[in-house]
């Protein structure tokens, strides 16, 4: 059974930094594509940044995440890290990871693809 954890979310002022992980688990194989997302209050879900779990060729942001976002990995961990630098009050939000055998980082659009596996997610806040 697959299983998606994502911790490292917290209360963190404006300008400060955080790392976000999501620990995979359940894989037959380690190829596998691994996104993180965010719902902000009274939004929807947004893509934020997603990769494959071997090939570095996958690797996307969206235009809203580039620059002050960075995706990550451990193979032997088979953990992604989400590091977020500057943060903002708008970036206030619930942060998920979901996971899928298929590679849905194959694409600029991956976040418009179903996601087989989701974590509960992790809460940011971002507020002085």
């Known amino acids: 059974q697959v299983q998606v954890a994502e911790s490292g979310g917290g209360l963190v002022q404006p300008g400060g930094s955080l790392r976000l992980s999501c620990a995979v688990s359940?894989?037959?194989?380690?190829?596998?594509?691994i996104g993180w997302f965010r719902r902000a209050p009274g939004k929807g879900r947004e893509g934020v940044a997603c990769?494959?779990?071997?090939?570095?060729?996958?690797?996307y942001y969206t235009d809203s995440t580039k620059g002050r976002f960075t995706i990550s990995r451990d193979s032997a961990k088979n953990t992604v890290y989400l590091q977020i630098s500057s943060l903002e009050p708008e970036d206030t939000a619930v942060y998920y990871c979901?996971?899928?055998?298929?590679?849905?980082?194959?694409?600029?659009?991956?976040?418009?693809?179903?996601?087989?596996?989701w974590g509960q997610g992790t809460q940011v806040t971002v507020s002085s």
């Open positions: 990769m494959h779990s071997t090939n570095d060729d996958f690797l």
């Open positions: 359940g894989f037959t194989s380690d190829d596998f594509a």
């Open positions: 979901a996971t899928d055998a298929r590679n849905r980082c194959a694409h600029e659009r991956w976040y418009t693809w179903l996601w087989d596996y």
